[in-house]
């Protein structure tokens, strides 16, 4: 009887803690100019983790690819090194999608840069060498190819606050 009234007091403070913890919305016309095309009736094209099927995963390489296969935009994922550097990254771990071993919250930038990100990819050797890319030069990418970005946070982190990613007044679109 008791385990039901705990469930209880714990699913209600989950349900209230959601309703003061929710993001503030974003305007629907916003929302409209970042993920439609100018005719509404087109659907956009977004290629996931940057195209990774292409070329790996989360790299510039995979946004180049995304752009030469058509897609509107990317999503990638953004995660920090342990010395605070915002990168492109999905895992918790290096191993899946790179040719090195352990935790990204123990790497720094510099040793991740060191990294092959194509070493695990199916055209690893056509991408021999491709580095992670900080989240700056994933957003320069998009610019330069007119493309659109959504970033993945993996993970709450308190450091994405504290990233000026934005000049004040500029829009990335």
Do not use: Q
């Not at 714990?10 to 309703?19: C, D, I, L, N, W």
Request: net charge negative.
């Amino acid at each position: 009887m008791f385990s039901i009234y705990l469930t209880t007091i714990v699913v209600v403070a989950v349900a209230v803690g959601f309703k003061y913890l929710a993001f503030e919305p974003v305007s629907e016309e916003i929302s409209r100019r970042v993920l439609f095309k100018e005719n509404l009736n087109d659907l956009p094209v977004f290629a996931h983790r940057g195209g990774c099927h292409e070329a790996p995963e989360n790299t510039i390489a995979a946004i180049r690819e995304a752009k030469k296969n058509g897609a509107d935009g990317i999503e990638v994922d953004l995660s920090f090194t342990k010395d605070n550097i915002a990168i492109l990254f999905h895992d918790e771990t290096i191993e899946r999608t790179t040719n090195g071993f352990g935790s990204l919250a123990s790497k720094t930038f510099l040793e991740m840069r060191e990294l092959d990100a194509a070493s695990n990819h199916i055209y690893r050797d056509r991408f021999k060498g491709e580095r992670i890319a900080t989240l700056e030069e994933g957003i320069e990418e998009c610019l330069k190819l007119k493309m659109k970005i959504i970033l993945d946070v993996k993970e709450y982190d308190s450091r994405l606050e504290r990233k000026n990613l934005l000049a004040p007044g500029t829009s990335y679109h």
